[in-house]
C-alpha cells in the first residue's frame, strides 16, 4: 500500500511518446498525410521504436495515423465526411452526458470546468486556433469525466479529437466567439446543476455541426 510519501508513479515511455505525437498532429507540427517514418520519430523523440509504435498503433485505433502495412504509416488525412459523421455523435453524446450527469457534478468538477472556460477564453482572445480546438475538447472532457458510463466515455474522448481536428481549419462552425458564449452558458448551467438547460446549450451549439452532416451527406435530388 503506497505511503503519503510514496513517489509518484512514472508514466511509461509510450504515453509520453503518444501525447507528444498526438500535440505535433493537433497542433499542425505533423501535417495531414505526412509520412511517418520510424527512424526520424525516433531521432526527433529519443526513444526506442517499440514505445513509438505503441504509440502510433493507439492512434491508428483513434484514426488520427492511417497504418498501412508494408506501406506506410502517415497522419490521417482530413476526411471530411468521416469527421462530420464523429462530430454528429460527439455532439449526441455530449448533450446526453450533460443531462444525466450536470446534477451530479462535484464542486471539483465545476472548479475544473471554470479552469478550461478560461483557457477558452485565452485562446479565443488570441485568436489561435489550435489553442481554442485543445481547450474546447478538454473543456468537454471534463463532462465526459464526470460519467459513469465508461462506454460513452471511452468513445467521447476518442471522437473528440476530431473535434479539435475539424476545428483546426476553423470551418463551417459557429464562430470562436459564439462558441464561447455557448461554453459560458454551459458553465453557468453546470454551477446551478441544470442537466436540462445545458443539454439545450449542448443541442444549440452542435446544431451548425449536425446540418453540415446532414447536408454533405444528402442524397442528391434527381430532379436537380
Excluded: C
Excluded at 503519503?4 to 508514466?11: C, V
Excluded at 453546470?190 to 452542435?206: V, Y
Amino acid at each position: 500500500m503506497p505511503t503519503k510519501n510514496s513517489p509518484q508513479p512514472r508514466r511509461l515511455l509510450r504515453d509520453e511518446v503518444y501525447d507528444t505525437i498526438l500535440g505535433a498532429i493537433l497542433d499542425g507540427t505533423l501535417e495531414p498525410g505526412e509520412v511517418l517514418h520510424d527512424e526520424e520519430l525516433m531521432t526527433w523523440l529519443g526513444s526506442s521504436r517499440t514505445p513509438i509504435r505503441e504509440a502510433l498503433n493507439r492512434l491508428a485505433e483513434e484514426d488520427v495515423v492511417e497504418l498501412v502495412p508494408h506501406r506506410h504509416t502517415r497522419v490521417a488525412p482530413i476526411n471530411v465526411a468521416a469527421i462530420n459523421e464523429s462530430l454528429f455523435v460527439i455532439g449526441v453524446i455530449h448533450e446526453h452526458l450533460a443531462r444525466t450527469t450536470t446534477a451530479d457534478l462535484t464542486d471539483e468538477h465545476v472548479a475544473d470546468l471554470r479552469r478550461e472556460l478560461a483557457h477558452v477564453e485565452d485562446a479565443v482572445d488570441a485568436a489561435d486556433a489550435a489553442a481554442l480546438g485543445r481547450s474546447i475538447r478538454n473543456y468537454f472532457l471534463v463532462v465526459v469525466r464526470a460519467a459513469t458510463n465508461s462506454v460513452l466515455r471511452a468513445k467521447a474522448e476518442t471522437l473528440s479529437l476530431q473535434l479539435v481536428r475539424f476545428l483546426l481549419p476553423n470551418e463551417n462552425v459557429v464562430t470562436p466567439q459564439r462558441a464561447l458564449e455557448f461554453i459560458r452558458g454551459i458553465t453557468a448551467a453546470a454551477e446551478a446543476r441544470d442537466g436540462e438547460r445545458a443539454g439545450d446549450l449542448i443541442h444549440d451549439l452542435h446544431a451548425a455541426t449536425r446540418s453540415n452532416f446532414l447536408e454533405f451527406h444528402r442524397e442528391p435530388d434527381p430532379t436537380d
